[in-house]
């Protein structure tokens, strides 16, 4: 059984939408065990007009919350008691085998390295979500951990991705490209231009070169690597020019009795290419590099993606992601 600790306070629609998330993950994984970690008044009521197993989702006490606004370093050394704090120790104390949360991006990032700590080796652990493509999904690394990498950083990113994609989402040989803003190995700025012949050096990962923005939707490459900034404006574009190309797809099949009448004809169709490029399936992003497993999913996260990321968290943890991390990092510093 795999323990998963839920941060029940975390994110917009807390705590009902985490409540319903854990409740969908254990009626629809039978291998998954949920500690719902909050104020457990406010979460018993909730948890109260659920029907589940009752052997399979338990309430973890912790009075504090930790909001949006609050710096993060301060957030996590004085509120000892809040859901985030309480449920990195359970994976610290290897009584939860990995912790998932809606709440404070910075406070999850701070937490991460300071209570769960980095693998011996990880200079930096970046923030992974997966992205939908044309062809599947890509995964998009950093996007939001660290603003200002090294090339060294960007390195381990590729190695770690790699590793992801490799055993999590059975992708045999992932593609790895370097973001950049042309496809000659002399374009980019600083960094990328210091990055690009380390990345070709590595004998480890089947490195492609590098990917502009547009070909990223096409699937060109199965792990994106980037520093956060360019990796959080990449992921922020998607999401909004997404939402804004669906919503005028659907004004527009209801601007006249002949245009509903097709949209009644290709409904099924588009239903299902719009479902491909639902980012909630995949669930959250994982902090990878650490010393057990912390998921960060969106603040506005509902039911679904909830759900998601709780199950993704299962084969990570059955893949042994985080020793595969480690193996890599000691093979390659031992080639250095």
């Known amino acids: 059984m795999i323990r998963i600790a839920v941060d029940a306070m975390g994110g917009d629609y807390a705590p009902e939408e985490m409540i319903a998330g854990a ?42 919350v930790i909001s949006t606004e609050e710096p993060p370093v301060n957030a996590i050394r004085k509120k000892k008691d809040s859901s985030i704090v309480v449920g990195m120790n359970l994976v610290k104390k290897q009584e939860a085998d990995a912790f998932v ?71 045999n040989h992932p ?36 990917i502009e923005a547009r070909e990223i939707p096409h699937g060109a490459a199965d792990v994106i690597v980037c520093e956060a900034f360019v990796g959080n404006v990449i992921l922020k574009l998607y999401e909004g ?16 009795l002949r245009s509903k009448l097709g949209a009644l004809l290709v409904k099924p169709a588009l239903k299902d290419t719009l479902k491909s490029f639902d980012a909630s399936r995949y669930g959250g992003a994982p902090l990878l590099g650490l010393n057990g497993l912390v998921v960060k999913t969106h603040g506005n996260s509902k039911a679904n993606e909830v759900k998601n990321s709780i ?17 890599s990092l000691e093979t390659a510093s031992q080639k250095e």
């Open 101 to 171: 949360s809606a709440g404070s991006s910075g406070a999850i990032l701070v937490g991460g390295q300071v209570i769960v700590g980095r693998i011996k080796g990880v200079e930096r652990p970046p923030l992974a979500p997966l992205i939908p493509t044309e062809t599947g999904v890509s995964l998009l690394i950093d996007c939001g951990a660290n603003v200002d990498a090294r090339p060294s950083h960007l390195v381990q990113f590729a190695r770690m991705g790699s590793i992801y994609m490799e055993h999590v989402m059975k992708v």
């Open 241 to 256: 020019v997404g939402a804004t190309l669906i919503s005028k797809v659907k004004s527009g099949m209801m601007t006249s």
């Open 175 to 210: 593609r790895v490209a370097i973001v950049n803003i042309g496809a000659e190995e002399e374009k980019g700025n600083a960094l990328v231009k210091e990055t690009f012949p380390l990345l070709k050096a590595c004998g480890d990962i089947n490195f492609i070169g590098s």
């Open 311 to 327: 199950i993704q968290c299962l084969t990570f943890t059955e893949q042994g992601i985080n020793e595969k991390i480690r193996e």
């Open 23 to 64: 409740v969908d993950a254990v009626k629809e994984n039978q291998e998954i065990a949920v500690l719902l970690v909050g104020q457990e008044d406010k979460v018993k009521e909730k948890l109260s007009g659920y029907t589940y197993d009752k052997g399979r989702i338990q309430v973890v006490n912790a009075t504090e």
